[in-house]
């Protein structure tokens, strides 16, 4: 091994130290897994924590959007988006597309009004009880 550098156990490559995280508690002070591997697995890791999803479907969701984000053509889509209510899986957005729904709150009603906002109708809403609005037909 040429000094400076380390074998990677995951990607079979010898690789210098400056392409490893530190970890104090080794004996080398340096961690098992490469950054580019130890990326790797973090992505793996969210997408199977956080949506129950393995790489291979988020990239069959891809390919059933035709490459693009399910909101816009504009951007490639790159965030899974889920309900945060049920934690089901929508769709995968471009960072614009998964930005603004969050901003919405995940609310569709908010989302009606918003459009509504941008083709020039403005909402007026009507107050039907105390503290009780209701959008007009």
């Known amino acids: 091994m040429p000094p400076g550098h380390k074998y990677c156990r995951t990607c079979g490559e010898i690789k210098p130290h400056s392409e ?4 104090s508690s080794a004996s080398d002070g340096l961690a098992t897994l490469c950054e580019a591997c130890k990326a790797v697995k973090g992505r ?3 997408l199977k924590c956080d949506y129950n999803l393995t790489e291979a479907e988020r990239d069959a969701m891809i390919a059933s ?3 693009l984000c399910a909101i816009c053509p504009d951007a490639p889509p790159v965030h899974v988006d889920h309900c945060h209510k049920t934690g089901r899986v929508r769709g995968v957005l471009c ?3 998964n930005s603004a729904i969050g901003k ?3 609310d569709p009603d ?3 009004r918003a459009v509504a906002y ?3 109708n403005l909402w007026k ?3 039907v009880a105390p503290g009780v609005y209701q959008l007009p037909s």
Do not use: A, K, S, Y
């Open 44 to 46: 793996q890791h969210h």
């Open 125 to 127: 809403p009507i107050l």
């Open 65 to 67: 959007q035709r490459g």
């Open 20 to 23: 490893w995280t530190r970890n």
């Open 118 to 120: 941008l083709e020039g």
């Open 95 to 97: 960072f614009n597309c």
């Open 104 to 106: 919405l709150r995940d």
């Open 110 to 112: 908010v989302g009606r």
